[in-house]
Structures are given as structure tokens and as C-alpha cells.
Nanobody, 116 residues
Framework: QVQLVESGGGLVQTGGSLRLSCASS????????MGWYRQAPGKQRELVAT???????NYADSVKGRFTISKDTGKNTVYLEMYEVKPEDTAAYYC??????????WGQGTQVTVSS
């Protein structure tokens, strides 16, 4: 089974930028959907951004215009570029892929903390 490993999290100041990476142990070429989710303390996990196999993207309203999801199939990696970050972006960020057979796979998460 494919395994996902996120990286790139850390401490960043308000207004700064960060790039998260999600490296897959297997090919992402045939994955139906790739996405990033986040979970802040005491809150439910929420969608941040998704990218379909065909290239369609979807973003949470709270991150539209600030975050960008992309992929590099040659590196089997999905990225989340975060710009103009805000304290409310503080959360654990999780990578998710939906395989061609509908299997949902999650990474272990990477923490992003935005200081005010």
C-alpha cells in the first residue's frame, strides 16, 4: 500500500510563506484525487485544497488566493504552497490521496504554527 510522508511544516510569522510536501512511496499518476486537510486543536479536520487527476482544483474559502496545490508526478509528490499565512492557519496539515480503486490514504501530518 502507498505510504505518504508530509514535510515542510514549522513556525512561520504572520504574512510569511511555507511550502508543504507530501511524498508518496508509489506512483501518484493514477490517483483520482490528492488533497490537503488540516486540523486545529479542538476542531474537526477540514479540507484545505484538492487536486484531481484531470487537474481540477478546489480550495476552502479561507485559503483561496493564498494557497496553491500542485503535484509533480515525476517525483510522486504533492505540494501545498502557503502565502500570506495567518494565525488561524495554525494546524496539523495532512495529505490525502484517493486511489484509482477508491482507497483513501492519509499521511501522518505536519504541524504548521503561525505566530502573530
Amino acid at each position: 500500500q502507498v505510504q505518504l510522508v508530509e514535510s515542510g511544516g514549522g513556525l512561520v510569522q504572520t504574512g510569511g510563506s511555507l511550502r508543504l510536501s507530501c511524498a508518496s512511496s508509489g506512483s501518484i499518476f493514477s490517483m483520482r484525487t490528492m488533497g490537503w486537510y488540516r486540523q486545529a486543536p479542538g476542531k474537526q479536520r477540514e479540507l484545505v485544497a484538492t487536486l484531481t487527476r484531470s487537474g481540477s482544483t478546489n480550495y476552502a474559502d479561507s485559503v483561496k488566493g493564498r494557497f496553491t496545490i500542485s503535484k509533480d508526478t515525476g517525483k510522486n509528490t504533492v505540494y501545498l504552497e502557503m502565502y500570506e499565512v495567518k494565525p488561524e492557519d495554525t494546524a496539523a496539515y495532512y495529505c490525502n490521496v484517493i486511489s484509482g480503486t477508491g482507497l483513501s490514504i492519509w499521511g501522518q501530518g505536519t504541524q504548521v504554527t503561525v505566530s502573530s
